[in-house]
């Protein structure tokens, strides 16, 4: 399996609502990434794990609750959203990191609607 | 931290003809340098990535150039196809970063 997946692909949540995006990679990889997409943007960092240890948050609002149970899956939980975090959000995971086969393959996305 | 820069935002090219997107980065340090294309409500897929340890590289009618003396690398594409109508992101890290730094993306549209 060389894919990374996203689940669901389409997502439309209210303000008050609580939701979750998942994301599954079974090559093994070590690291495994969020990243946020807007149009015409180019993706934009949000957290990184590294041996399922959360290794860099760039100063994401405590609405977006990265969480990763093991090392093929990477959840974000998602409350009290704002219609600005509308948005493609992407997964992605490398082999590792610190190593020259640190390429990053992204998931399809889920396109998150929050009205 | 890392910039990165990236010309031209769109670029429109006659079917058959070349196309080359240029990125520049700030941090010396970087050594590594991807390419990625995005085709409209997919994901972004790499298409082809250099190393700091060669000035060149080729993948079919796809290459890149690295230039670390200028710090600048190029993307380019030849006897370009309909299919190749997408945006372009370039991004550079060095080894032990986590945070991979993209440019700003280019629209290419190939005009049939």
């Known amino acids: 399996d060389t894919e990374v997946t996203q689940t669901p692909k389409h997502l439309v949540m209210g303000m008050t609502n609580k939701k979750s995006l998942k994301c599954e990679q079974h090559?093994?990889?070590?690291?495994m990434y969020w990243y946020k997409q807007k149009a015409k943007k180019p993706p934009e960092l949000m957290f990184v794990?590294?041996?399922?240890?959360?290794?860099i948050n760039e100063s994401v609002p405590s609405r977006f609750s990265p969480e990763c149970p093991n090392s093929s899956l990477l959840n974000l939980h998602l409350h009290a959203l704002q219609p600005e975090d509308s948005a493609l959000y992407l997964c992605?995971?490398?082999?590792?990191?610190?190593?020259?086969?640190?390429?990053?393959?992204f998931g399809p996305g889920t396109r998150l609607t929050v009205l | 931290g890392e910039n990165v820069e990236q010309h031209p935002s769109t670029l429109s090219v006659q079917e058959g003809d070349s196309a080359v997107i240029k990125c520049t980065y700030s941090?010396?340090?970087?050594?590594?340098f991807p390419w990625y294309k995005q085709e409209l409500g997919k994901r972004p897929q790499l298409i082809i990535d250099?190393?700091?340890?060669?000035g060149e590289k080729k993948d079919q009618r796809i290459a890149v150039t690295l230039n670390k003396t200028a710090k600048h690398f190029s993307l380019h594409i030849t006897e370009t196809q309909p299919e190749d109508s997408a945006v372009y992101f370039c991004?550079?890290?060095?080894?032990?970063?986590?945070?991979?730094?993209f440019g700003t993306g280019t629209r290419l549209t190939i005009i049939p």
């Open positions: 991004a550079a890290r060095y080894f032990g970063n986590e945070k991979l730094t």
């Open positions: 794990y590294s041996y399922e240890k959360l290794s």
């Open positions: 090559m093994g990889h070590r690291a």
């Open positions: 941090d010396s340090a970087s050594n590594y």
């Open positions: 992605a995971s490398s082999p590792q990191i610190g190593a020259s086969t640190d390429t990053q393959y």
């Open positions: 250099i190393r700091s340890n060669v």
